[in-house]
Structures are given as structure tokens and as C-alpha cells.
């Protein structure tokens, strides 16, 4: 893919950030997610490739647009065949409630690379490029957080690990503290979470719980860019779920993922702009003078290079993304 091909995908995930910030506390989930969907596909429409879906908003009769197997860009002849995953609104219910954490998401890789997720429940772990390789999902916490010391040079007692606030981590957030490490809890938005794990700005060393599939693999291709490393297990509820990962080309739906299963190859791009204040970038910052500020990140996994795009939008000229 084209290195220019970034900045097209950051216009992306921006269309949809400023979408959906129109609703940023006012109670209204499904009115701020259908907002991103329409602004994110309207604006991939206008990008030179030929894409296929492979994690959207669900399957053809339950999500009008950006759908699994529907097809975005221009689609004309020559252009490169992409997969693509999409969360136009990681975090619905935070917008719903003005909080932080959530963010407009896009990866793309090559077609055939990325993992088609089904939407269920995932095991992960997530570490930096100094721990890369050198523990697996298997280990216990307390082994975890010896190494990740080791590996960022810090004391046991001030290494983070950032777990979603759930019940069903309760034995992982205990076993942390009775170590002597940092907790840090999140509500919502995992993708942004597991990223920051990999990013040296943050203080967080290591993400570990149970979240969704579709995000897990959003997540790989955006810490395969930061040169971090992440396993994955799948998690199936009942035989439905498991049958479904053997349709999808899995023949052991528990196996253990590595990062090169969730996403193949170094041909990935990963673009999110900060829909409210989170970890990994700030929100969109109404002005005045019907201005608006965004923040997105925009990586490649090909060339390890991370961008960082501040941009000042008019919004008299963004009617297309408000769809007014």
C-alpha cells in the first residue's frame, strides 16, 4: 500500500470522530454510532482501493452500512485489494455519557491478512517492544509483571497493568495488587487500552482480560505497527460460537493467536482519532467560530513510522460529515 494511503485514512477515522462527537452526552448511543458509520463510509468511498469488511458493524441484516463483506473505495480496476476493520465509534455508551476513552478506529491490511474475528469473547495479552517474545498468554500475572520490570527497568511496585473494570477480572486485578504492581482500570474502549500498553508515553507496561474479538484483531494491527507483542485466545460460550470459529477457517477455536495470526504480513496501517479525552489521544475540541480540533494517530507497520495529526476543521464545510 501506498505511503500516501495514510493520510487518506486518517480523514477517515476524523469524519467519523467529528460525527460523532455531535452527540457527546446526550444520552444517545445509537444515534452517535449511526453518526460515524455514515460519515466513516461516506469518506471511504473517495479512496482509491478495492475493501472488503471483514470486522464492521455485524453481518448484512444487522448493520445498514459498513457491514462484514460489504465492499468500500472506488473499487476501480488496478487498485490495491485491501481487507478492512472497523470501529467507527469504540465506545458508544462513553459518548453517550460524555466520557472518556472512546475513539473512531480503522485497520487495513492486505487482503487475506487480517484475522475475520467473529464477535465474541477474546483472551488477550498485550506488551511493548521491550517485553516482545518474551512471555505468553499462559503465564501467570505475577510472572508477567517480572518480566515486563525486567524488560522496562522499572520496580516491580511501579509497573501498570491496565485491566477493563469487570467482574470476570476480579482474580487478575487481586493477583496484581497482592504482587505489589499498579492497577489501572478502564470501563470502555479496549482497543485504545491495549494500544497503550505498547506506547512509551503512558506508563502503562502491560494489558491483560477478556474483551471482544473484533477489537482484539483492530488492536494487533496497531501493535504490529508499534513493534509490541499480543496473544489472543479465543473464548466461545456455547457450541454456536464455536461452530461459527470453525467456519471462519479456525480449526481449533481455543488455540492460542500469536500476532502474526491476527494480522499476517507487515503490509497494515491503523488510523484512530480521539472522539473524548482517552489515554492514547485527546477528544475533539469544539472552538468556537464553528471550528473543531481533532487529534488521530496513523501508523504503518511496514516502516514502524507513527504520525501524529493535529487538524482544525470548519465546520460549514464538513456538511457531508454531519450529514446535514
Same mark, same amino acid.
Given at each position: 500500500?501506498?505511503?500516501? #494511503? ?37 469518506? #471511504?468511498?473517495?479512496? *482509491? ?9 455485524? !453481518?448484512?441484516? !444487522? ?16 487498485? $490495491? ?8 465509534? !469504540? ?94 482500570? #478502564? ?53 454456536? !460460537? ?23 504480513? *507487515?503490509?497494515?496501517? #491503523? ?10 489521544? $485527546? ?42
Amino acid at each position: 500500500m501506498d505511503r500516501d #494511503f495514510t493520510l487518506e485514512v486518517v480523514r477517515v477515522t476524523e469524519a467519523a470522530a467529528l460525527a460523532s462527537a455531535e452527540w457527546m452526552g446526550r444520552g444517545k448511543k445509537n444515534e452517535a454510532d449511526d453518526a460515524a458509520t455514515k460519515a466513516m463510509r461516506s469518506m #471511504f468511498e473517495s479512496i *482509491n482501493m478495492n475493501g472488503t469488511v471483514v470486522i464492521g458493524e455485524g !453481518e448484512l441484516d !444487522e448493520a445498514p452500512m459498513l457491514y462484514i463483506g460489504e465492499k468500500l473505495g472506488t473499487c476501480a480496476a488496478n487498485t $490495491p485489494e485491501v481487507d478492512i476493520a472497523v470501529d467507527p465509534l !469504540e465506545g458508544t455508551t462513553i459518548v453517550s455519557k460524555g466520557q472518556n476513552n472512546a475513539m473512531a478506529v480503522v485497520a487495513i491490511g492486505k487482503k487475506g491478512s487480517l484475522l475475520h474475528a467473529p464477535d465474541m469473547y477474546m483472551r488477550k495479552m498485550v506488551v511493548g517492544p521491550a517485553a516482545a517474545g518474551k512471555i505468553q498468554i499462559d503465564d501467570s500475572v505475577e510472572k508477567m509483571i517480572d518480566v515486563v520490570a525486567e524488560a522496562n527497568f522499572k520496580r516491580v511496585e511501579d509497573v501498570t497493568v491496565i485491566i477493563q473494570e469487570r467482574e470476570r477480572h476480579q482474580a487478575i486485578i487481586d493477583a496484581v495488587l497482592a504482587k505489589g504492581a499498579r492497577v489501572k482500570l #478502564f470501563g470502555d474502549g479496549d482497543v485504545g487500552a491495549a494500544i497503550a500498553a505498547c506506547m512509551p508515553n503512558t506508563g502503562i507496561d502491560l494489558f491483560v482480560g477478556i474483551g471482544g474479538a473484533p477489537e482484539g484483531v483492530i488492536s494487533a494491527a496497531a501493535i504490529k505497527c508499534l513493534g509490541g507483542d499480543m496473544q489472543a485466545q479465543l473464548v466461545p460460550q456455547n457450541e454456536e !460460537e464455536r461452530e461459527r470459529c470453525c467456519n471462519m477457517g479456525l480449526a481449533d477455536p481455543e488455540q492460542i493467536l500469536l500476532i502474526d495470526d491476527l494480522v499476517k504480513g *507487515n503490509d497494515a496501517l #491503523f488510523a484512530a482519532t480521539g472522539v473524548s479525552d482517552g489515554e492514547l489521544l $485527546p477528544g475533539v475540541k469544539i472552538l468556537g467560530h464553528n471550528i473543531a480540533e481533532t487529534h488521530s494517530i496513523v501508523m504503518r507497520a511496514r516502516t514502524k513510522t507513527i504520525r501524529f495529526v493535529r487538524a482544525m476543521h470548519d465546520m460549514e464545510h464538513k456538511a457531508i460529515i454531519l450529514g446535514k
